[in-house]
């Protein structure tokens, strides 16, 4: 088995916290405790995906600022939020206001792009700007202006009882050194990476120079670093579907590998005009998976992941799957917890 360039710094999983429409709080408590848990075993950072009109969690960052009340180490993110639903800087107040009550561990991953489906929510959304709107990166520039302290206004000071600000309120110290990027195409990784923010990159990319993944992966995570103020010790973070299944029952293992094949077909080929790629989930033992990901290219230029744990399975099997990264996984690829677990 080759080694890795050197052993993994971070470790960390993504969730899409799914609950039933009939009883949302469940689901929702579920996530949180499934972020406990994750602090208990040592994981580094825990993230939360984010859908709107959809049965998973629709406001990661109140969510979160609820699991920064119930840990105390755990770095807490959102992977990611798509700033086509979003105001920049009230978001940036929001984010703002959560890293502080976690105490800095707030990690806030973003994306652009109109929202989806957005010929149907946009009268709901932006009843009067629809057509106007930009989804570019404009956006993200703004957004970090406002979480970096610059002015988001010219008036400031005392106003009969009433002190301004002119930038947003709080300001949380270092949140702009720790926002990311969440991005699947080579423009994207340079605009990151020109812009100072970290760069996630998932389970999807565009298939722009090459039709293997890997490859294409990798050359977003060395154009991102080219292009960063810190070159080589630019933070990116990879986030494949991984499933190991040292300590599953029959039932879970016959369960992950029926929802890996259903998935596998689309990982052949470009899909859709955007010609998408899409990595497959990598599912069987800690020490399988560790020697499948020392082969991939990207994997080798990368010291922090976080895995993403599979949309549609039950509590206790995100107990499981979890337990198995950081007791197996998570050491057979050099990790060390930076807690004993217990």
């Known amino acids: 088995m080759p080694l890795p360039s050197q052993p993994l710094r971070k470790l960390g999983f993504l969730t899409i916290g799914l609950f039933d429409e009939a009883d949302p709080r469940k689901g929702h408590e579920s996530t949180l405790e499934i972020i406990q848990l994750g602090e208990r075993l040592g994981f580094d950072s825990a993230w939360l995906r984010h859908r709107h009109l959809q049965y998973g969690i629709s406001s990661p960052v109140a969510v979160l600022a609820a699991a920064s009340q119930r840990t105390t180490r755990i770095e807490l993110g959102t992977a990611v939020i798509p700033l086509g639903w979003e105001n920049p800087l009230r978001l ?4 703002a206001t959560v890293d502080i009550l976690s105490g800095g561990r707030l990690n806030p991953g973003i994306s652009v792009g109109p929202p989806m489906h957005y010929d149907q929510v946009k009268q709901a959304l932006y ?3 629809a057509d106007a709107e930009d989804f570019g990166y404009d956006r993200v520039a703004r957004l970090l202006d406002f979480v970096r302290g610059k002015p988001a206004t010219d008036f400031s000071g005392v106003e009969g009882f009433e002190v301004f600000s002119d930038r947003v309120q709080p300001h949380a110290p270092g949140l702009g050194r720790r926002l990311w990027y969440g991005g699947g195409s ?3 990784a340079q605009w990151a990476g020109e812009h100072a923010m970290n760069f996630l990159t998932s389970s999807v990319v565009k298939a722009e120079e090459s039709e293997d993944f890997a490859e294409v992966q990798l050359s977003h995570v060395r154009a991102f670093r080219a ?3 810190d070159g080589d010790r630019a933070r990116v973070s990879q ?3 991984v499933i190991p299944t040292d300590s599953a029952s029959p039932e879970q293992r016959a369960k992950y590998e029926a ?7 689309r ?3 470009p899909q859709g005009p955007a010609r998408l790629m899409f990595a497959p989930d990598l599912v069987g033992t800690s020490a399988e998976i560790a020697e499948r990901l020392y082969a991939h290219a990207a994997f080798r230029e ?3 992941v976080a895995f993403a744990l599979p949309f549609t399975f039950e509590h206790d099997d995100y107990v499981q799957i979890l337990t198995d990264i950081a007791t197996r996984l998570g050491p057979a690829l050099g990790w060390q917890a930076s807690v004993q677990h217990t």
């Open 259 to 265: 929802y890996a094949e259903k998935r596998l077909p």
């Open 92 to 95: 940036a107040e929001d984010l």
């Open 302 to 304: 990368i010291d922090e």
């Open 186 to 188: 080579l423009r994207s």
């Open 127 to 129: 009843p009067d700007t």
């Open 267 to 269: 990982t052949a080929t």
């Open 227 to 229: 292009h960063h103020p």
């Open 239 to 241: 986030g494949l579907v």
